[in-house]
């Protein structure tokens, strides 16, 4: 039971963090967003480079952080609630590493120019790694928990 409430609280917190980075394309019609937008931009930019040519572009405004970064935002999302649906009982952990070596592979063949930048694939290599990781994260969670319920 604590489980959940704590997966729903942090449900709500991704939620909120994935609308933050959305939030040029979503309220781009309201003036005073204008006023607010450098410091959710200045939020955002601790944790992703920004570059304008990694960012994805929806209605002629700019999300606040680069593809390979809003995928794996939302693939933490994705994960969050999948979980709520599905129990994974396999150890994760050889897909985060699988995960993680698709995304090393693409920065590092991208900085050695063997292949230009792909919106595509960050989104796509960001989801994998996103998805994987929470779910990794919170299988554990859910073991280390019942570890403790065992040893009382």
């Excluded at 604590?2 to 781009?28: A, D, E, R």
């Excluded at 937008?37 to 601790?46: A, G, V």
């Excluded at 960012?55 to 933490?76: H, K, P, Q």
């Amino acid at each position: 039971m604590h489980y959940q409430k704590f997966n729903l609280i942090f449900l709500v917190l991704v939620i909120i963090w994935c609308f933050g980075m959305l939030s040029p394309v979503m309220l781009q019609r309201i003036n005073s967003y204008e006023i607010v937008k450098p410091f959710i931009n200045q939020m955002y930019s601790t944790v992703c480079h920004q570059q304008q040519a990694k960012t994805i572009a929806l209605f002629n405004e700019e999300i606040l952080v680069c593809s390979r970064c809003a995928g794996i935002y939302f693939g933490v999302l994705f994960g969050i609630i999948s979980s709520f649906f599905i129990r994974i009982k396999n150890n994760l952990l050889k897909f985060v590493w699988i995960s993680s070596i698709v995304v090393l592979s693409d920065v590092v063949a991208v900085n050695f120019g063997f292949y230009d930048y792909s919106k595509i694939i960050a989104i796509a290599s960001g989801l994998f790694f996103g998805l994987t990781i929470i779910l990794f994260l919170e299988n554990e969670f859910k073991f280390f928990n019942l570890l403790n319920k065992n040893e009382k």
